[in-house]
């Protein structure tokens, strides 16, 4: 048993009897108590009801039952994604020991495909951090260097994924939640379309720009949960538009009649010379499996960059105004301030960013991918940087710092587009290089086959850190 | 509808206005990027976002 197996490996191994959703179950616990917890991946675990329910998929194939196609999968969670009875910090103080009374729609998808829920997975304090850090919980710890950042805000997500503790987790993506975490870890991040993946039984933090979506070794277990989680839920009316997709079918590993674009200008800024040698060859190797590269520009972003701000900014000062008010002392400083800004922007200009919002996008789309299918981005600019370098020095220096690695995924989500993050290289001291690429509204089926495509000719996804099992 | 009206001014609780002391520089250069593009037309859809992802959801999306 291979504790670096993916979604797609394990569920198929159980399917053939190869092994049990008990014995996958009690590894990926181990795991998660081992390296899980010295790389502060772990919120809780709730090993009794996992082995419940793998017990249960395995006495399912004992008795010839049909296995869904994430059977025996041990899976974990970001700590804001609701299971009904079991209790969802949300990565804070303010709602320590809060008990939800509903389970998340994406949790019961995934239990009735069979998954393995181990428990939850820090996280940084509600959804509000890039790098991972959490004043009431401790920072996360890069699985490939505990000195550097291991992204955020879905932190745990992507330690216990780029440990291979998990195949793969559940994290949310608000202003690049999940991509941060997927780059900084060296995993597959898969950011949906707004209203692909329904919101219903997760902690808000910006109702219009959250999503939820996958963190996983490779496209195809991104693809494969994605087939199990996404699509229109009643409980969720932003789902209404979500087309019927089909995202593990459309893997073909091939990539001709397609045409990516490279934007110009805004996405060249603050990039390191080790990041754009990675995305050089990555671009290489696309062309070579069949897409065509083409130039573009990208339209001055101040403004969707604001709009996304000021968007996250008032939705969740709307949901925390009590908490503000009554237990101020309770929110880690940078939280807070990030926070409360929003009260102080006029009713005005919050409707103007959402009234905005489709003009915006559609300009992003004709400037940046214009002919093209979709648009390379880097990921981060710059190297996976250290704790200290996101928390020492003045404020102005980690704004500064925070402001770069957010500087490519923020306004994304205020565009509502589909993204995808998986690595293409390695920094001088060894932490993943990530690129991003994005593409229009419902194109995350194109985007899981161009990185399945990648995947398929190139090793940086099956690059493991030591700390994971052999 | 060339220059945009003065804003609406936002409630006096005790958390905005601490908001507003605090982070003054910051609400200030949000206001300033979009103050940079032309005032929204009268007749703006407020759900204009969502017509977007509509019109992109089949034939354009999902290739």
């Known amino acids: 048993m291979s504790g670096a197996r993916g979604v797609v490996a394990i569920a198929e191994a159980v399917r053939r009897g190869e092994t049990t959703a008990e014995a996958e179950t009690t590894a990926a616990l181990d795991r998660l108590e081992g390296a899980g917890r010295a790389f502060n991946a772990v919120a809780a675990l709730t090993p009794e009801a996992a082995l419940e329910q793998a017990r249960a998929v395995d006495r399912a194939r004992a008795s010839g039952q049909p296995l869904g196609p994430l059977a025996g999968v041990p899976m974990a969670h970001k700590d804001l994604v609701y299971r009904a009875g079991r209790a969802c910090d949300c990565g804070s103080r303010i709602r320590a020991g809060f008990v939800p009374e509903v389970t998340s729609t994406a949790l019961a998808r995934l239990d009735a495909a069979g998954a393995v829920d181990l428990g939850t997975l820090h996280m940084a304090e509600f959804a509000m951090s890039p790098t991972g850090f959490n004043a009431h919980h401790g920072h996360g710890r890069n699985p490939w260097n505990p000195a550097h950042v291991c992204g955020g805000s879905s932190s745990g997500s992507g330690i216990a994924v780029g440990a291979r503790a998990v195949p793969a987790a559940l994290g949310t993506d608000t202003g690049g939640s999940i991509r941060h975490p997927a780059a900084a870890c060296g995993v597959t991040g898969l950011k949906p379309t707004h209203g692909a993946v329904s919101l219903a039984g997760v902690m808000p933090l910006s109702a219009t720009l959250d999503t939820v979506g996958p963190l996983a070794l490779s496209a195809r277990d991104a693809a494969r949960i994605m087939d199990v989680i996404a699509g229109e839920d009643r409980a969720d009316p932003t789902t209404a538009w979500a087309p019927p997709m089909a995202h593990e079918a459309t893997l073909t590993g091939t990539l001709g009649g397609l045409t990516l674009a490279r934007p110009r200008g805004y996405y060249d800024g603050d990039v390191d010379a080790a990041v754009e040698g990675a995305l050089e060859e990555a671009r290489a190797t696309l062309a070579g499996l069949g897409a065509q590269i083409v130039e573009t520009r990208a339209p001055d972003m101040a403004a969707p960059n604001a709009f996304a701000h000021l968007v996250i900014a008032v939705e969740a000062a709307t949901l925390h105004r009590r908490w503000l008010e009554e237990r101020p002392e309770d929110y880690a400083d940078q939280v807070r301030a990030r926070i409360e800004a929003g009260l102080a922007y006029p009713a005005t200009r919050y409707a103007e960013a959402l009234m905005r919002r489709g003009t915006v996008a559609a300009e992003w789309i004709d400037a940046v991918l214009g002919p093209a299918d979709a648009a390379i981005l880097p990921a981060f600019p710059v190297p996976v940087p250290t704790i200290a370098a996101t928390t020492e020095g003045g404020p102005e220096a980690v704004a500064a710092i925070i402001g770069t690695l957010t500087r490519n995924t923020r306004a994304i989500n205020y565009l509502g587009l589909p993204a995808v993050v998986f690595p293409v290289g390695a920094s001088r001291d060894g932490l993943p290089i990530a690129c991003q690429i994005v593409g229009r509204p419902w194109a995350e089926p194109l985007l899981l086959r161009i990185a399945d495509a990648f995947q398929r000719v190139t090793a940086f996804h099956a690059a493991a850190p030591e700390v994971a099992p052999a | ?63």
């Open chain 2, 1 to 63: 509808m060339t220059e945009r009206l003065p804003d609406p001014p936002p409630d006096d609780s005790p958390a905005t206005a601490r908001a507003r002391a605090r982070h003054g520089a910051l609400i200030s250069a949000t206001m300033a990027a979009i103050d940079a593009l032309p005032p929204l037309p009268p007749d703006a859809p407020l759900r204009s976002f969502e017509v977007l992802k509509a019109m992109r959801s089949r034939e354009e999306g999902g290739r």
